[in-house]
């Protein structure tokens, strides 16, 4: 497939990078940092704005796949929203599946309390977290027109190994039976990929953990 992957230089983008490199996809990036992409050959690179829907639907529009690694600016979080709705008018245009990186504070502890909203949740990660809710409920789960799936993280992601042993799940946070939740980055752009060759979950937001 021919896979285009925004935000490529970032954490979890370059897990994603390389991960679809190693299976042999045709990759084409779309970053603002200046990476060695781990001496990959033969992959275009390639900057734009993100909330330029004309130029990104330009840019998506001979790809299978487009994958968001998009990560807002810490001041201003709510940027996700504008974000999100741009790359969902370009894969309109371009007529492509999106595959975004949400975040782990939209999961459900239970039926009634989000992981966001818990007593516990660290201050530091709230803004980005209710940002990711928002786009979740007001942007995505709206969306009808667009093959569009949004993937979770578990609430803690590391930078770790591939083991290529998880779990995936739709709404409810993964954990593990002392009540940890965590996937490493490596695994969870395993999950991301094993997404795009095997889609289960079209027009759904999962999540991906241990």
């Keep these: 497939m021919k896979v285009t992957i925004i935000g490529a230089g970032g954490n979890i983008g370059q897990r994603i990078t390389k991960e679809a490199a190693t299976r042999n996809h045709e990759l084409q990036l779309v970053t603002s940092k200046e990476k060695s992409?781990?001496?990959?050959?033969d992959i275009t690179t390639k900057k734009a704005d993100i909330l330029d829907t004309d130029a990104l639907a330009e840019i998506f529009k001979d790809s299978d796949v487009v994958i968001s690694a998009y990560a807002p600016p810490a001041e201003n979080t709510d940027l996700i929203l504008e974000a999100s709705k741009s790359l969902l008018e370009a894969s309109k245009k371009a007529n492509v599946r999106l595959i975004s990186v949400g975040g782990a504070g939209s999961l459900k502890l239970s039926e009634d309390l989000d992981l966001v909203d818990s007593k516990d949740f660290p201050e530091a990660y709230k803004p980005a977290a209710l940002s990711h809710r928002k786009v979740l409920k007001e942007?995505?789960?709206?969306e009808n027109?667009?093959?569009?799936?949004?993937v979770s993280p578990s609430a803690y992601i590391f930078e770790g190994e591939r083991t290529n042993k998880f779990r995936t799940a739709e709404d409810k946070l993964i954990a593990n039976d002392k009540g940890e939740s965590s996937i490493?980055?490596?695994d969870f752009?395993?999950?991301i990929i094993n997404e795009i060759e095997n889609p289960k979950h079209i027009k759904k937001r999962f999540t991906i953990g241990y």
Excluded at 139 to 142: A, D, H, N
Excluded at 145 to 150: H, K
């Design 37 to 41: 992409f781990f001496n990959l050959k």
């Design 139 to 142: 942007v995505y789960l709206k």
């Design 145 to 150: 027109a667009v093959n569009w799936t949004n």
């Design 184 to 186: 490493s980055m490596e």
């Design 189 to 191: 752009a395993v999950g």
